[in-house]
Structures are given as C-alpha cells and as structure tokens.
C-alpha cells in the first residue's frame, strides 16, 4: 500500500510556476483592472490553462478580499471582510464556476464586476481576489521521491476604480540607517485615494572619492492608505566611508516622484 502526504499549494497574484512535474495550473492574466460607474459593468477575461501532463483537475471558482501588509506582502482574508472589498460586486457564468479540463486543455472564464447603484462608502478603489482551486488532489512523487497528493488553487487580484480622477500621492515617512543589518529603511506611505504602482531607485555616492553605485530597482505596490517599509540591502562589495544615499520613488511621470536623502558611514 502506499503511503502520501498532502499537499496543498497556493499561489497568490501569480502564474503557476511548475513544481511538479505531472500537476500544474496556469493563470493568466495574474491581475485585472477594471473601471466602471455606480450601477454599471465591466467584464474581462481570465484563461486558465491545465499544464499537467497527465491528470484532468476539476476546478472551482471562488472569491476572497487581500491587502498588503507593511512589508507589501499580499495578506488573504475572507470575502466581503475588508473594508475595501469588492468580492460581492463580482460574478462569472453559472457553468464556469465548476469545470474540468484534460491535460493541455484551457478555458476562458469571464470575470464581471458590477458596482451597485449606490454606495457604501466613499472609497475611489476596491479590491478582491478570484481563486481557481483545484478539487481533486492528485498523487505526485516531490523531489525526495516521496509520493504526495498535490492540490493547487490560483488566486487572481482584481482591482475596481470609479471613472473620476483620481490623487496619486506618494511621501516618504523616513529613510534611516541599518548599521547592524547593513541596509536601508525606507518608510513611505500612499496618502492618495487610488493604487499606485512604481519603483524606487537608490544611488549611493562615497562623498570622498564620488564613486557612484547604483543599486537595481525596487518595485513596489500599494493601495490608499498603505504604509510601507521597504529594506534596501547594501552590496557586499561596498567600500568603507562616508555616503550620501538618494533615494527616488518614481509612481508615474515627472509629477509623480518622491525623493529623500540621508548621509551616513558605512563600516563593514
């Protein structure tokens, strides 16, 4: 007889990445924007793909509500239970809440979200995520060779926004430095009433000889009200001295950035 382990792997706001080799599901796109009027609709399309190579899954379609945490990491809550939740607002056919698909075989699904006629609160943006969960878990071996039984839900942000202009605003709360973790905190907030999306670039310049170094971007999401801290490790290779670190939050065009500055020595 043999013997498994479950395993149940959930894959939030991404396409699915193949872990194992006989049992996957893609989705794509792994975000959807919409924008519409109190009372009206907006449909748009999600294809889900079965990727394994011999198992049928039978899928179903569920809805929850997110939010990030300070760190930006994607926090999952039940439908309906944030206080920016749209998942009521979001329906799809009645026969694509439930289906199989063979190996290889794809479907798309038509996700709409309609805003009520009149709301409950003021908010220019809502949010809630769409789960694809797979319903019969299937045996798989991992990578020790261990036979496991593998389950996978998919999970699809969905974004709403009324169709007036909205305050894109940025600022930087802090910037301080980590002498003992050897990196940057960079504290920030979005304090405008839509989500905001962009990268923040560092440079950092030893004051005593004006070598430059500048370190890959960072990007970033947010939602209104988000306060985030961001660590901003520095390179190993970095010579001792005197710095002045900038620090650039680019969110859209030239009327969208924030910047901050800080000088402190590094010492490792």
């Not at 396409?15 to 792994?30: E, H, K, N, R, Y």
């Not at 809805?63 to 990030?68: A, K, Q």
């Not at 301080?176 to 009433?193: A, C, H, I, M, T």
Request: with cysteine; proline share 4%; aromatic share 10%.
């Amino acid at each position: 007889m043999k013997k498994f382990s479950f395993f149940f792997c959930s894959l939030f706001c991404a396409l699915f990445s193949t872990i194992f080799a006989q049992t996957g599901v893609s989705v794509s796109p792994p975000r959807l924007y919409f924008e519409s009027d109190p009372g009206h609709s907006n449909t748009q399309k999600v294809t889900v793909t079965n990727v394994s190579a011999k198992n049928s899954l039978d899928l179903a379609i569920s809805l929850g509500d997110w939010e990030y945490d300070e760190k930006g990491e994607n926090m999952t809550y039940g439908a309906n239970t944030r206080p920016a939740s749209c998942a009521s607002w979001v329906s799809v056919k009645k026969e694509e809440n439930y289906f199989t698909l063979a190996p290889g075989e794809k479907k798309d699904i038509d996700v709409t979200i309609t805003a009520p006629t009149i709301l409950s609160d003021n908010l220019k943006a809502h949010t809630a995520v769409l789960y694809v969960s797979q319903m019969n878990p299937v045996d798989d071996v991992d990578s020790k060779g261990a036979h496991i039984k593998v389950s996978i839900r998919s999970g699809i942000k969905l974004f709403h926004k009324l169709p007036l202009p909205g305050t894109k605003k940025i600022e930087i709360q802090n910037l301080v430095y980590g002498k003992l973790s050897n990196r940057l905190d960079l504290f920030f907030e979005n304090q405008g009433d839509v989500w905001i999306d962009g990268k923040v670039y560092t440079d950092l310049v030893n004051v005593e000889n004006g070598k430059k170094t500048a370190l890959d971007p960072v990007i970033f999401y947010t939602m209104p009200g988000n306060k985030r801290e961001m660590n901003i490790s520095l390179p190993s290779t970095l010579e001792k001295g005197k710095y002045t670190a900038s620090v650039m939050i680019d969110y859209g065009d030239s009327n969208n950035l924030e910047l901050g500055e800080l000088s402190f020595t590094y010492e490792k």
